[in-house]
């Protein structure tokens, strides 16, 4: 059973900075797509990057609203991924959720993702 625990959100100023993490126990990001999704106030989860891994080939994909800002990695060793947000705009703020599914497929639809972190909150203040 994969768990997943994310941490580094928090009150950033507009233009500002933050790296989020999503640590994962109980198994390996091995054979799973990885994502982070985002759910602002009063507004639906939203999709902003997924990670995947097929043999040696990464693949990687952002929301356009996050393209040129944001960046998604991880680090095998500690079985953890990141979410770097740089240049951060008051629209930004959400509970950033990450989640992971078996398989390579690229969807992006919250209901095909069967493990989830509890989310982390950031806020962009202008």
């Known amino acids: 059973q994969v768990q997943l625990v994310e941490s580094g959100g928090g009150l950033v100023q507009a233009g500002g900075s933050l790296r989020l993490s999503c640590a994962a126990s109980g198994g390996t990001f091995s054979g799973y797509r990885m994502v982070w999704f985002r759910q602002p106030p009063g507004k639906e989860r939203e999709f902003v990057t997924g990670?995947?891994?097929?043999?040696?080939?990464?693949?990687?994909n952002y929301s356009d609203s996050v393209k040129g800002r944001f960046t998604i990695s991880r680090d095998s060793a500690k079985n953890t991924m990141y979410l770097q947000m740089t240049s951060l705009k008051p629209e930004d703020t959400a509970v950033y959720y990450c989640?992971?599914?078996?398989?390579?497929?690229?969807?992006?639809?919250?209901?095909?993702?069967?493990?989830w972190g509890q989310g982390t909150q950031v806020t962009v203040s202008s």
């Open positions: 990670i995947s891994w097929s043999g040696k080939t990464t693949y990687i």
């Open positions: 989640a992971a599914r078996y398989g390579t497929v690229d969807t992006r639809r919250w209901e095909d993702y069967d493990y």
